[in-house]
């Protein structure tokens, strides 16, 4: 028989994303890890503004030239270490398609962002996951043991939640070098340090970062690649010329320009993670420790897919995998306090009833 497609993408398991409701739809959306806080207030004005003097007949920059020259002066590096991407997830299939095909291998901690796999198996690539401790400890030495080409680690990890020190990142691009290593680092402004100077010291790291957790962009769709300009520039070859639109970047670009907006929703989120992993241990989940604006909360053993669709039931949205190393887990986002509170008071219902 004549195979349509190439044969990695015709067996391939698709990537699941987590629900987004219906328009109208009332749920408590704790499953996508989006901020509850809205952006900067500059960005509805700088929006507005452009609408005013829309430029939807013209493509945007391919560059993205204010939005990286805003970031440039937010992270301190020189524009040539910077690319925009359409999220990070663009960047991860930018980098994927550049570095990975046939013969060539993918290495990462699992469990991860499933979308790693999914990537590395539409290249056709062979993909090495090696597991997490039991604590979700990294496992340094095994992932740069296996010298592929590419080498991803989460930091702060998904689902966990939990970091990896940036020094114990900085040994890995050391002894993998040419070889490259990739922080995703989706999380990072929740945790309590991050990896962004090894792009400077180390020619094989890329940092990914995106402006649809911390910044409150998800609907924007907005993501920066920083690395060495050789990388970028190996990077570019690769995109579509007009990746991200002109109204995304106006947003993108309003927003840096506020990064005090965001930090003050980071300390928000900070806090409400807190109690929140204070009321989960209470209602007898093990939770921990996370650097995330999430939390993992699971009771060894038992399967909480049935815990996870009860809650929907009742109009509460949390992640659940149904693989075998975290079908005992929900993922739970953090949102408002009052909407822990009730996510609270339903769990506590559902923990009585289990027991
Ligand atoms: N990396 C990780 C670990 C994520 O969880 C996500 C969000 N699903 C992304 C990258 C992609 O984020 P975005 O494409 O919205 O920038």
Known sequence: MTRVFRAAVEKMDPYTPGEQPRTGERLIKLN???????????VARAVRRALADSAWNRYPPPRA????????????????????????????????????????????AAPTYSLYDTLATIQGAEVKPVPYGGDFVLPAEALTR??????????PNS??????????????????????????????????????????????????????????????????????????????????SYNL???????????????????????????????????????????????????LARMAGRDLGPMARELRRRGILVRHFATRRLRDALRISIGRPSEMRELRAVLGDLVRYRE
Not at 81 to 104: C, K, Q, T, V, W
Not at 146 to 155: P, W, Y
Not at 195 to 208: F, S
């Open 65 to 108: 030239d204010e939005f990286v020259t805003e970031a440039s002066k937010v992270y301190g590096l020189q524009r040539e270490m910077i690319m925009a991407g359409n999220g990070s997830d663009e960047l991860l299939a930018i980098l994927f398609r550049a570095a990975l095909e046939p013969g060539r291998t993918l290495a990462y």
């Open 245 to 295: 639109s002109w109204l995304a970047l106006v947003a993108g670009t309003a927003a840096l320009k506020d990064v005090g907006w965001m930090r003050r929703n980071v300390l928000r989120v900070q806090r409400t993670r807190a109690q929140t992993s204070l009321a989960l241990r209470e209602l007898g989940f093990e939770v921990p420790e996370s650097s995330a604006n999430f939390v």
């Open 146 to 155: 296996g010298r592929a080409a590419l080498t991803i680690v989460c930091n």
């Open 159 to 240: 689902p966990s939640g939990t970091g990896t020190p940036p020094a114990v990142l900085g040994q890995m691009a050391a002894s993998l070098r040419p070889r490259l290593l990739a922080i995703d680092e989706a999380y990072v402004d929740f945790a309590d340090s991050n990896a962004l100077e090894l792009v400077k010291q180390h020619t094989n790291v890329i940092v990914l970062r995106t402006l649809s957790k911390s910044f409150s962009l998800a609907g924007a769709r907005l993501g920066l690649a920083f690395a060495h300009p050789k990388i970028v520039a190996t990077l570019i070859k690769v995109k579509d």
């Open 32 to 42: 996508t890890n989006e901020n509850p806080y809205p952006p900067s207030p500059l």
